[in-house]
């Protein structure tokens, strides 16, 4: 599976970006699709994830009401919608896709990452 990100940009503080991720490849199996984001010094965090069968969303805390996840499954593509972006926003944003499996009762994880997208909020 490859991934690829676009969106990312500087954007004053209140401002929005909508970002989007575009898997290509064997992309039948993916279970689930996300966005993480990693900020200089920090380590790399769940933003928000949404199931490829009924769309079930989960976000972080810190971005709840603010961001919106959504899917196209018909073009393998998730979106993230930012808005009331604030200078803690700052980050590079990973598109996350996840194909892990039971086989028996050993789950096996498979996850792919793309190149990540700069998102920079100026107070």
């Known amino acids: 599976v490859q991934l690829v990100e676009s969106g990312g940009g500087l954007v004053q503080a209140g401002g929005s970006l909508r970002l989007s991720c575009a898997a290509s490849?064997?992309?039948?199996?993916?279970?689930?699709m996300g966005w993480y984001r990693q900020a200089p010094g920090k380590q790399r965090e769940l933003v928000a994830t949404?199931?490829?069968?009924?769309?079930?969303?989960n976000y972080a805390d810190s971005v709840k009401g603010r961001f919106t996840i959504s899917r196209d499954n018909a073009e393998n593509t998730i979106y993230l919608q930012m808005n009331s972006l604030k200078p803690e926003d700052t980050a590079v944003y990973y598109c996350?896709?996840?194909?892990?499996?039971?086989?028996?009762?050993?789950?096996?994880?498979?996850?792919?990452w793309g190149r990540g997208t700069q998102v920079t909020v100026s107070s």
């Open positions: 490849g064997s992309t039948f199996t993916i279970n689930a």
């Open positions: 996350n896709a996840d194909k892990g499996r039971y086989y028996g009762s050993t789950w096996y994880p498979d996850v792919y």
């Open positions: 949404i199931t490829r069968g009924d769309g079930e969303t």
